[in-house]
């Protein structure tokens, strides 16, 4: 059970009804915000990085990219296993969930002599319109191979459309290797 | 030729007052506020236009300037065209009264040197609430309305009280030009600050003793009230803001220039702050001593920089300015806005009231040297009838004022009150 705590109104004393000394007083706290943010002392500047005025940080000169955390979830890439095959076998689970149908995948086939046959399809096409992306994480939840990740780049600039979508070979170049648990590709199994 | 040199110099000081100093003054008093509130509210403001965002006012205008000027169909267009110069227009007039310094080669650094100075000031300052009530109506629109009725209500009654707080000022001072008021706080101290200019002339006790002293130290309670009754009265005049209800943007969407664009809107952007700079020199000429420096440095000053002393009070003059100018901004991130009636009371109630008896306190106190006893102490028994008199009419109109539905409770109508 939660304690009720009741709050009365303060009554204002003599000083506080000549307002002259309530200003005054006011005054007082917003001179010591404005020295305190001159000398870079405003409460919370240290947890939050300030440049050095305020509260602030100088955003393009300083980034916020060493304190971002584990889960943080920026823009989704493709990754390689550790002998860099294509994780991706093209099961299109992403495509599928993707709420605003961000992904566009045109499978292909891995033909009948080759080593990894039993693959049976890796992807020709894999492309994310970033412009759609809504960086729900879906993807990576539903990925049975771990083949797709978000990653931690969150500036994703283009001057055009086309730009912002990126196709595969961008894909692999944000996502790197991913070291890991493997299925479809695994020998045994 | 001969009759051509007065007329270049006119020029010379309309061109140097205006264009050079006060209209860079009003586009950088607007980035001071930007950078001043940032600062306060631990932000960084803007700093990225040129070294420190100081190039920031030149790209808001070319802004204003790209922007499109639009006027909508509804509108009254002569009147919607005719507002934005009157309420910037009045602001630059009054400003041709302010002496920016002492004299510069023999020539005082004031455009008019006219020996009605403040009321001059009053009569066109007050100009000004036509602007923002013209544009109100004008703009055809119910918020617009409201904010230029509102503005027209507000200066109209805090004029009242500007008018009835100078009084007593000028009464001490004998005067109304403003460069022989300066002059005469430059010699005999500062009016808030009268103990100032003494040069270590107030440690002996001959200073102590001489009549004079006592009268201005007495003098010292009635023109601290004046100085903020007047500081006080000039915020609202110029709609800064604890008394911004004209333009209030949560009520009134932004008030009487909601319908304006493009460099109209900076017009009247730039005339509230032109009236500001005007404000403040008001205050800082009347009140703060003007161009001249405390503690009688200005003879030492005149003795070594010869005929270039006007430009070191020039200095001197724009160093105050400027502190009150930071002054303004740093109250308006202080104090919260007034409620409307709050506002109407505290004009009407206090310091129209206020400001009849304090001139009765500094008349009392000019005349009582000349006076004998029994007359003094009639005066005296007068003033102070005059006083209670006052106090009681202040307290009824209060009284009336909070019962007659400006009260929280009786706002909600019963039936309402009833379903909840």
Same mark, same amino acid.
């Given at each position: 059970?939660?304690?009720?705590? =009741?709050?009365?109104?303060?009554?204002?004393?003599?000083?506080?009804?000549?307002?002259?000394?309530?200003?005054?007083?006011?005054?007082?706290?917003?001179?010591?915000?404005?020295?305190?943010?001159?000398?870079?002392?405003?409460?919370?500047?240290?947890?939050?990085?300030?440049?050095?005025?305020?509260?602030?940080?100088?955003?393009?000169?300083?980034?916020?990219?060493?304190?971002?955390?584990?889960?943080?979830?920026?823009?989704?890439?493709?990754?390689?296993?550790?002998?860099?095959?294509?994780?991706?076998?093209?099961?299109?689970?992403?495509?599928?969930?993707?709420?605003?149908?961000?992904?566009?995948?045109?499978?292909?086939?891995?033909?009948?002599?080759?080593?990894?046959?039993?693959?049976? =399809?890796?992807?020709?096409?894999?492309?994310?319109?970033?412009?759609?992306?809504?960086?729900?994480?879906?993807?990576?939840?539903?990925?049975?191979?771990?083949?797709?990740?978000?990653?931690?780049?969150?500036?994703?600039?283009?001057?055009?459309?086309?730009?912002?979508?990126?196709?595969?070979?961008?894909?692999?170049?944000?996502?790197?290797?991913?070291?890991?648990?493997?299925?479809?590709?695994?020998?045994?199994? | 030729?001969?009759?051509?040199?007065?007329?270049?110099?006119?020029?010379?000081?309309?061109?140097?007052?205006?264009?050079?100093?006060?209209?860079?003054?009003?586009?950088?008093?607007?980035?001071?506020?930007?950078?001043?509130?940032?600062?306060? /509210?631990?932000?960084?403001?803007?700093?990225?236009?040129? !070294?420190?965002?100081?190039?920031?006012?030149?790209?808001?205008?070319? #802004?204003?300037?790209?922007?499109?000027?639009?006027?909508?169909?509804?509108?009254?267009?002569?009147?919607?065209?005719?507002?934005?110069?009157?309420?910037?227009?009045?602001?630059?007039?009054?400003?041709?009264?302010?002496?920016?310094?002492?004299?510069?080669?023999?020539?005082?650094?004031?455009?008019?040197?006219?020996?009605?100075?403040?009321?001059?000031?009053?009569?066109?300052?007050?100009?000004?609430?036509?602007?923002?009530?013209?544009?109100?109506?004008?703009?055809?629109?119910?918020?617009?309305?409201?904010?230029?009725?509102?503005?027209?209500? /507000?200066?109209?009654?805090?004029?009242?009280?500007?008018?009835?707080?100078?009084?007593?000022?000028?009464?001490?001072?004998?005067?109304?030009?403003?460069?022989?008021?300066?002059?005469? /706080?430059?010699?005999?101290?500062?009016?808030?600050?009268?103990?100032?200019?003494?040069?270590?002339?107030?440690?002996?006790?001959?200073?102590?003793?001489?009549?004079?002293?006592?009268?201005?130290?007495?003098?010292?309670?009635?023109?601290?009230?004046? !100085?903020?009754?007047?500081?006080?009265?000039?915020?609202?005049?110029?709609?800064?803001?604890? !008394?911004?209800?004209?333009?209030?943007?949560?009520?009134?969407?932004?008030?009487?220039?909601?319908?304006?664009?493009?460099? #109209?809107?900076?017009?009247?952007?730039?005339?509230?702050?032109?009236?500001?700079?005007?404000?403040?020199?008001?205050?800082?000429?009347? !009140?703060?001593?003007?161009?001249?420096?405390?503690?009688?440095?200005?003879?030492?000053?005149?003795?070594?920089?010869?005929?270039?002393?006007?430009?070191?009070?020039?200095?001197?003059?724009?160093?105050?300015?400027?502190?009150?100018?930071?002054?303004?901004?740093?109250?308006?991130?202080?104090?919260?806005?007034?409620?409307?009636? /709050?506002?109407?009371?505290?004009?009407?109630?206090?310091?129209?009231?206020?400001?009849?008896?304090?001139?009765?306190?500094?008349?009392?106190?000019?005349?009582?040297?000349?006076?004998?006893?029994?007359?003094?102490?009639?005066?005296?028994?007068?003033?102070?009838?005059?006083?209670?008199?006052?106090?009681?009419?202040? #307290?009824?109109?209060? #009284?009336?004022?909070?019962?007659?539905?400006?009260?929280?409770?009786?706002?909600?109508?019963?039936?309402?009150?009833?379903?909840?």
């Amino acid at each position: 059970m939660a304690k009720v705590t =009741k709050l009365t109104r303060p009554t204002l004393n003599k000083s506080d009804e000549v307002y002259l000394i309530g200003i005054f007083k006011g005054t007082l706290v917003t001179l010591k915000h404005a020295f305190k943010s001159l000398v870079g002392k405003s409460r919370g500047s240290e947890s939050l990085k300030s440049s050095g005025l305020g509260v602030t940080m100088q955003y393009p000169e300083e980034k916020w990219d060493d304190e971002l955390p584990e889960y943080y979830r920026g823009a989704p890439a493709l990754v390689t296993d550790e002998q860099d095959r294509e994780r991706c076998v093209s099961c299109q689970l992403c495509e599928f969930i993707c709420p605003p149908k961000a992904i566009k995948i045109i499978p292909g086939e891995i033909p009948e002599g080759d080593e990894w046959a039993k693959v049976e =399809k890796k992807p020709k096409e894999f492309e994310i319109d970033m412009i759609r992306c809504i960086y729900c994480g879906l993807c990576e939840e539903v990925c049975p191979e771990q083949a797709i990740y978000l990653r931690k780049d969150y500036a994703i600039t283009g001057t055009s459309r086309e730009e912002m979508v990126h196709d595969k070979e961008r894909l692999y170049e944000i996502g790197g290797k991913r070291v890991g648990l493997v299925n479809k590709w695994n020998n045994l199994k | 030729m001969e009759a051509l040199i007065p007329i270049i110099i006119v020029i010379a000081k309309v061109i140097g007052i205006t264009f050079v100093l006060t209209l860079p003054i009003i586009a950088y008093s607007v980035y001071a506020e930007r950078r001043f509130a940032a600062i306060i /509210q631990d932000r960084v403001g803007p700093n990225r236009t040129g !070294f420190a965002g100081l190039l920031q006012p030149l790209a808001d205008g070319l #802004k204003f300037i790209l922007k499109e000027d639009f006027v909508p169909s509804h509108v009254n267009k002569f009147f919607f065209w005719l507002a934005p110069g009157l309420t910037m227009v009045p602001a630059l007039v009054t400003l041709s009264v302010v002496p920016f310094g002492s004299a510069l080669f023999g020539e005082k650094l004031v455009i008019a040197d006219v020996s009605v100075g403040p009321l001059l000031v009053f009569a066109i300052a007050s100009l000004s609430v036509y602007g923002i009530t013209i544009a109100g109506w004008a703009s055809n629109n119910k918020y617009s309305f409201f904010g230029g009725v509102r503005s027209c209500a /507000q200066m109209i009654s805090y004029e009242i009280a500007l008018g009835l707080s100078v009084i007593p000022v000028l009464m001490v001072f004998g005067e109304l030009n403003l460069s022989n008021i300066v002059q005469q /706080q430059s010699e005999s101290g500062w009016l808030i600050l009268p103990l100032w200019n003494e040069s270590g002339h107030m440690f002996s006790s001959a200073f102590w003793a001489s009549p004079e002293t006592h009268e201005r130290l007495w003098l010292w309670i009635p023109m601290t009230i004046s !100085f903020f009754i007047f500081t006080i009265s000039i915020f609202a005049e110029t709609n800064r803001m604890p !008394f911004d209800l004209p333009e209030c943007e949560t009520e009134l969407v932004g008030g009487y220039h909601t319908e304006y664009s493009s460099m #109209k809107f900076a017009l009247f952007f730039l005339g509230e702050y032109a009236a500001m700079i005007v404000g403040s020199a008001l205050i800082v000429t009347l !009140f703060l001593g003007g161009w001249s420096l405390p503690f009688g440095w200005d003879s030492w000053v005149f003795d070594t920089f010869g005929n270039w002393a006007g430009l070191i009070h020039l200095g001197v003059f724009l160093g105050k300015l400027v502190a009150f100018i930071l002054f303004f901004i740093l109250i308006r991130w202080t104090v919260p806005r007034f409620r409307y009636d /709050q506002l109407m009371k505290l004009g009407w109630v206090v310091f129209f009231e206020a400001a009849l008896i304090n001139i009765f306190i500094a008349t009392v106190i000019i005349a009582a040297p000349h006076l004998d006893k029994g007359p003094l102490a009639a005066l005296i028994i007068g003033v102070i009838i005059f006083s209670v008199l006052m106090f009681y009419i202040a #307290k009824s109109l209060d #009284k009336m004022l909070s019962s007659d539905g400006s009260d929280d409770k009786e706002l909600i109508p019963p039936a309402e009150n009833a379903n909840n």
